[in-house]
């Protein structure tokens, strides 16, 4: 990930087009830091042509007056004049390997990043580097991609070449923007002077008024035959741009090098007051600032790329020496609320919101329609998790919300049903839920939920919550845990399961006595409810499968499944006309493949009147909902007069740039479907005969049964990108510290003895987590690589073994 040190300043520079002298310039840039008195290092991460052609050849032939203070070097040298991909692969036929494969992106960057330890560490003194790219922006890297996306990683601070010729205002914006849409933070635009074009004159203002210093230098001289006269010419030329003249005492690359130490400067100003300022300013979600003790307790994270942040490091900034990274990688270990689906700052869907946002910004929804609107809404019904029962698609803004909507369309459904019903019996309809349930932080959605730590005091709990039978992995044996309230199945408070697969394949189970006693123990709470004169249920919502903010409860599928067939009368299948109560699933948290099904109705064998989905729908970029309903809940809103409507709606309504996002989301999935990755976990949790699970996990079976062994583990459980793990606590609860305090050491980036490094840059990383009071819980992207889970394996091992 992204490096930063106090006396290590580095630069990536880009150009806007080929041609356009950036190793001229770049080579000028070291020239002038050596100048200043700092060690200066040019790094060319790959060069293609000859060697006597190759950038890092001519920084040494030019800078040789300063070679104690200037270091140059290529990486990765190929010998064909042509784009790097394209090199490569005419390297391996010259030598015959028909099979060979390029560099990733990852190899490039981790040798990047390797030198720019190396050469921090080699001094204390103030220093340079420049990274010199190849081609413009987005010329292609070894692997094919995008420059612009393989060092992205790195997040290095950047200067732009800009183009002077003909047509160059337009291909230096065009590759700003490129950059900026990256969230590459460009310190200066540097271009040569033409006095014909004069392309710098549009581009200062327009730079200017987006906080950008450009600066413009001379061209150098036309190129001499003679090898020595070209020398003294261009090194002349060095020095006249490097250095303040009488002609010319403003515009040279000193003032350049000012302006980047300042930048420099200022980042890390900002960095080191960003903790204080938050601190004074702030109001976190979910946090009790009692227990923050300071400035010292908050994390600033300074970037986030893939699966991780980049972080301020506290024992950096309080290095006297100034060798170490004031930055480090941490894996963002909750996925950012279980939001990331294909990792952090992924460009397809920066560049989705971008497409949406330029065509669009923001439209008026109500009896309209947008295109990416109209195509999720359609995916979503007919080739998502609405296929086979949802009619409409309601979009709203966030999970919470979707379950507002959801909640109103349920009980709207439920009265015109209950004509006997008057106003006030409506206003004290209830619902029929799970303890634990957890369904958002607006009023009406805590409304659904029972009293708990989530609650407010307007808090007015609205119905009935049974206490669910949950599936975990107790020393190596997958159990069922039977509450004590089902006393109708006195046999046993946990039932052992052969495999986790048996457990998902519900149908199958329908007639085992377990189910049974489910359906007796659900039936005898509803009769005694209405005996007791308890509220009048009017839907069953439920999270199906995994309850999230309850303490990450995976609910055996089976009862929610008898649960579902019961409220229905029996009735089993997709829903064309609720029957007995409208059911709501609230797949917010788990849908779309967060435990590795992309809806829990094939799973349970049922599938719901009302759902909403949120969080994954849209990568984690920004927050949108989308509520489905069937035809007959459709059906409860039709009539004549408009106060009978759903009438419910934000001024953000069906965002086109939410949509579009969405839209790419969905696309990115259906490639995940057919990834190595997944086909790998596929296989390692399928069943004993080889047959594929219904369900499956990226965590690794033998990891998630063996850490289940230890001495203060109570239990783990694993589906999709979930891992959840119980600390032993006779206090067990949210209020609970005890799986805060078993990890705490994750949160460091030391690297374990024996543990492989996977951050992108290959540097030691730290686990951000979150815990549920005795619970703690990890997650993945869905596209995170089995080597980087495997590696956070390791590191939960060592601390949870070694504890």
């Not at 930063?4 to 630069?11: D, K, M, S």
């Not at 990416?372 to 809404?377: C, D, I, R, S, V």
């Not at 009980?411 to 004290?428: F, G, M, V, W």
């Not at 046999?491 to 149908?507: C, D, T």
Request: proline share 5%; aromatic share 8%; glycine share 8%.
């Amino acid at each position: 990930m992204s490096t930063l040190f106090r006396h290590f300043r580095i630069h990536q520079v880009f150009g806007a087009n080929t041609d356009v002298g950036k190793t001229i310039l770049t080579t000028a840039l070291a020239s002038a830091s050596a100048q200043r008195g700092n060690q200066t290092f040019y790094l060319k991460p790959v060069s293609t042509g000859p060697l006597e052609d190759a950038d890092d050849h001519h920084v040494n032939r030019y800078t040789s007056k300063f070679k104690h203070s200037i270091h140059a070097e290529c990486l990765f040298r190929y010998d064909e004049p042509v784009s790097p991909h394209l090199a490569v692969k005419l390297k391996a036929a010259a030598n015959g390997d028909t099979e060979a494969i390029s560099p990733s992106d990852a190899t490039v960057v981790d040798a990047i990043a390797n030198r720019i330890l190396m050469h921090a560490n080699s001094t204390s003194k103030p220093a340079h580097m420049y990274m010199e790219t190849a081609g413009g922006v987005h010329s292609p890297a070894l692997s094919g991609s995008s420059q612009a996306d393989c060092y992205r990683p790195l997040f290095l601070p950047t200067i732009l070449i800009g183009d002077s010729k003909l047509g160059g205002i337009s291909s230096t914006i065009s590759s700003y923007e490129s950059l900026l849409l990256r969230g590459y933070i460009i310190d200066v635009v540097l271009l040569f002077r033409d006095n014909y074009y004069r392309n710098a004159d549009y581009l200062k203002p327009y730079f200017a008024d987006r906080g950008i210093y450009v600066a413009t230098v001379d061209p150098p001289p036309p190129r001499l035959l003679d090898p020595s006269e070209n020398f003294k010419v261009t090194d002349k030329y060095y020095a006249s741009i490097t250095a303040p003249t009488a002609e010319n005492p403003e515009d040279t690359l000193q003032n350049v090098i000012a302006h980047l130490d300042s930048c420099h400067s200022k980042r890390l100003q900002e960095l080191d007051s960003m903790p204080k300022r938050a601190y004074d300013n702030i109001w976190w979600p979910f946090v009790q600032h009692g227990l923050v003790k300071g400035e010292q307790d908050v994390t600033v994270i300074d970037s986030a790329y893939s699966d991780f942040f980049s972080i301020t490091n506290k024992t950096g900034f309080k290095d006297t020496s100034g060798k170490q990274s004031l930055l480090e990688p941490q894996f963002d270990g909750s996925s950012s609320w279980w939001t990331q689906t294909v990792g952090h700052a992924h460009p397809s869907l920066t560049m989705a919101a971008a497409r949406a946002s330029g065509r669009y910004g923001h439209v008026m929804f109500p009896q309209a329609v947008h295109l990416p609107a109209l195509k999720l809404a359609e995916r979503l019904i007919h080739d998502g998790p609405g296929k086979g029962w949802a009619d409409r698609a309601f979009i709203s803004d966030n999970g919470s919300t979707g379950m507002e909507v959801a909640l109103k369309m349920a009980l709207r459904a439920y009265t015109l049903r209950h004509p006997e019903l008057n106003n006030e019996d409506k206003k004290q309809l209830g619902i029929l839920g799970l303890k634990g349930s957890y369904h958002g932080d607006t009023i009406g959605a805590m409304d659904a939920c029972e009293e708990g730590v989530y609650t407010c005091e307007w808090h007015d709990a609205k119905g009935y919550w049974l206490d669910p039978p949950t599936v975990g992995i107790k020393n190596g044996e997958i159990s069922i845990t039977v509450p004590a309230s089902l006393s109708s199945f006195p046999e046993a408070k946990e039932v052992k399961a052969a495999s986790l697969s048996w457990v998902y394949e519900v149908e199958n189970r329908l007639r085992t006595p377990l189910a049974q006693a489910y359906a007796l123990y659900i039936q005898r709470a509803l009769d005694s409810l209405e005996k007791r004169g308890g509220p009048k249920l009017a839907a069953l919502v439920i999270e199906p499968i995994l309850m999230g903010a309850g303490g990450m409860l995976f609910v055996d599928p089976l009862f929610q499944r008898v649960l579902v067939d019961t409220v229905r009368g029996r009735r089993s299948g997709s829903s064309s006309t609720w029957s007995g109560l409208p059911v709501i699933f609230d797949e917010v948290f788990v849908g779309l493949h967060r435990v590795s099904v992309e809806s829990s109705g094939p799973i349970l064998g049922v599938y719901p009147d009302i759902s909403v989905n949120a969080k994954v729908l849209t990568g984690g970029l920004l927050p949108l909902a989308v509520t489905l309903a069937s035809k007959s809940i459709f059906e409860a809103f039709l009539a004549d007069n408009k106060a009978d409507a759903l009438l419910h709606g934000h001024s953000y309504t069906a965002h086109p740039i939410g949509c579009e996002v969405a839209n790419e989301t969905l696309s990115i999935l259906d490639k995940l479907k057919e990834s190595d990755d997944w086909k790998a976990a596929q296989a390692s949790w399928a069943k004993p005969d080889g047959e594929k699970s219904p369900v499956w996990s990226l965590w690794d079976p033998n990891f998630v049964m063996e850490i289940s062994k230890l001495p203060q583990v109570r239990e783990t459980m694993t589906l999709g990108t979930v891992l959840a793990i119980k600390i032993k606590d006779d206090s067990a609860g949210y209020t609970s510290n005890s799986a805060q305090s078993a990890l705490r050491s994750l949160l460091d980036a030391s690297e374990a003895e024996g543990v492989l490094s996977s951050a992108p840059g290959g540097a030691p990383f730290g686990i951000h987590y979150r815990t549920l009071g005795d619970v703690a819980y990890f997650m993945t992207s869905l596209n995170t690589s089995s080597k980087v889970i495997r590696s956070i394996e390791d590191k939960l091992w060592k601390t949870l073994a070694g504890s």
